[in-house]
C-alpha cells in the first residue's frame, strides 16, 4: 500500500509556488488583427490555488515574485480577490525596464484554426527568484498540509529549479504532500537547454515529488520516458498511458499518485476530455465528456484542483478524479485561466449532470 500520509490541521491546505503572469486575450480574433484584449491573471501553479480557494472553498497561498508597479497592484489585487493568500519576494521596478510581472499572448482559435499563445518574459521577476528568496520555515511553521508546483516554474531561469528544490525540501520536512505539474513548454525550455536541460532538471525535481500530474508529451519531453510499444488506438487510449506510469514509477519509485487529463481535440473549439489517475498498481478513469470549448487554457489545472479537492478532504480516489474530470471540463466553458464554476455545480457533473437548465 501507499505510504503517501495527508495530514490535518495547519493553517493552509495548499501552498503554490510559481510565476504569476498576465494573459491578454484577444478572444477569437487572432492577435495580429486584434483591436482590444481582455485581461487575466494566471500562472500555472498559482491557478490550482485559487481553483482551490474560489470553488473548493480550500485555504490557500502563492509563493511568488510581485513587482511594485502598477502591473504588479493588479496582480495582486485579483490574487486577494480569488481569497489567496501570499507570500512575495518584492521587487522595486525602475520605471523603464522592470523588473516586470510576465505577459502571455493569446488568441482562442475556432474550429480547424488552433489557438495560438506566446510570451513577453523579458527581465521576468519570478525568473530572478533565487534559493533563500523565500522564507519557507516561516511559511511552513504555519501549517502547510499540501505544496504543488511545476515545470513552467522550473523553465524560467537556472535559478527556479534551486528554488523548487528548496521548496520541495522544506515541505517534506514538515510533512506536507508535494505535487508537481510537468507542464513541458518547449518554447521556454528553448532559450536555455532546450529538451535535454529539461530532462536533466526535472529528472531531479520529480525524485522528491508524491503526486505526479502530466499527459503523455509532458512525460515523454520532460523525463525521456516514452510508451512501451507506442501502441495506441486514440489520445483517450488510458492503457498506453498506464503502460508508461510504470515505467515512471520503476524510474522514481517515490512518487505514490501519477494523473493525467486525456484530450482528443477535433477542433478548436471541439474536444472529448477523460482523465486517468494511477496509484499503487491500480488505476481510475474518468468518462468521456464531449466539450464546446469556449476557451481551453487552465482545464489541466482545474483537474488539479479537483483531485487535490477530494484527496484532501478524503474521498475514494474514484470521486476524486470524477471531480478533478468535472472540474476541468467547467474552466474550458469560462473566459479566463481560473474557475467560475461553484462546488455544486462541479459535483452535479461529476454524479452525471446535464446541460439543461437550472431554474
Not at 52 to 72: I, N
Request: hydrophobic letters at 45%; aromatic letters at 8%; one cysteine or more.
Amino acid at each position: 500500500m501507499s505510504d503517501l500520509v495527508i495530514t490535518s490541521g495547519g493553517e493552509l491546505d495548499l501552498l503554490a509556488l510559481g510565476a504569476l503572469v498576465i494573459r491578454l486575450d484577444t478572444e477569437l480574433i487572432p492577435f495580429h488583427k486584434a483591436t482590444h484584449a481582455t485581461l487575466h491573471v494566471s500562472g500555472a501553479e498559482y491557478n490550482v490555488a485559487a481553483n482551490l480557494s474560489d470553488c473548493f472553498e480550500l485555504r490557500t497561498a502563492v509563493a511568488s515574485a510581485m513587482v511594485d508597479y502598477p502591473v504588479g497592484d493588479l496582480v495582486a489585487e485579483r490574487v486577494r480577490a480569488m481569497g489567496v493568500g501570499s507570500f512575495y519576494r518584492r521587487f522595486q521596478h525602475d520605471g523603464v525596464a522592470g523588473p516586470n510581472i510576465a505577459t502571455v499572448y493569446s488568441d482562442r482559435g475556432w474550429g480547424v484554426r488552433p489557438p495560438v499563445v506566446f510570451y513577453n518574459r523579458a527581465n521576468e521577476a519570478a525568473a530572478m527568484l533565487r534559493a533563500g528568496d523565500l522564507d519557507w520555515k516561516s511559511i511552513f511553521n504555519r501549517g502547510v498540509r499540501w505544496f504543488h508546483s511545476g515545470g513552467l516554474f522550473a523553465a524560467l531561469s537556472e535559478t527556479t529549479p534551486e528554488v523548487l528544490l528548496e521548496g520541495m525540501a522544506a515541505a517534506h520536512s514538515a510533512g506536507a504532500i508535494v505535487s508537481f505539474d510537468l507542464n513541458y513548454r518547449a518554447k521556454l525550455w528553448a532559450t536555455h537547454g532546450g529538451e535535454r536541460r529539461a530532462q536533466e532538471v526535472m529528472g531531479e525535481l520529480v525524485r522528491h515529488v508524491d503526486v505526479l500530474v502530466g499527459n503523455e508529451e509532458d512525460v515523454q519531453r520532460s523525463l525521456g520516458i516514452g510508451d512501451v510499444d507506442g501502441a495506441r488506438s486514440s489520445a483517450l487510449d488510458t492503457g498506453a498511458f498506464v503502460r508508461m506510469i510504470e515505467k515512471v514509477v520503476e524510474r522514481f519509485p517515490n512518487v505514490k499518485v501519477v494523473a493525467t487529463t486525456l484530450r482528443e481535440v477535433q477542433s478548436a473549439s471541439r474536444h472529448r476530455w477523460s482523465a486517468v489517475v494511477w496509484q499503487d498498481g491500480a488505476s481510475w478513469t474518468a468518462p468521456v465528456a464531449e466539450l464546446d470549448v469556449l476557451d481551453r487554457v487552465g482545464g489541466g489545472d482545474g483537474f488539479a484542483a479537483g483531485l487535490f479537492f477530494g484527496m484532501l478532504t478524503g474521498l475514494p480516489m474514484e470521486e476524486s478524479v470524477r471531480l478533478g474530470w468535472a472540474h476541468g471540463a467547467l474552466i474550458t466553458t469560462f473566459p479566463g485561466d481560473t474557475t467560475m464554476a461553484t462546488l455544486a455545480q462541479v459535483k452535479a457533473l461529476a454524479a452525471g449532470g446535464s446541460a439543461r437548465i437550472q431554474r
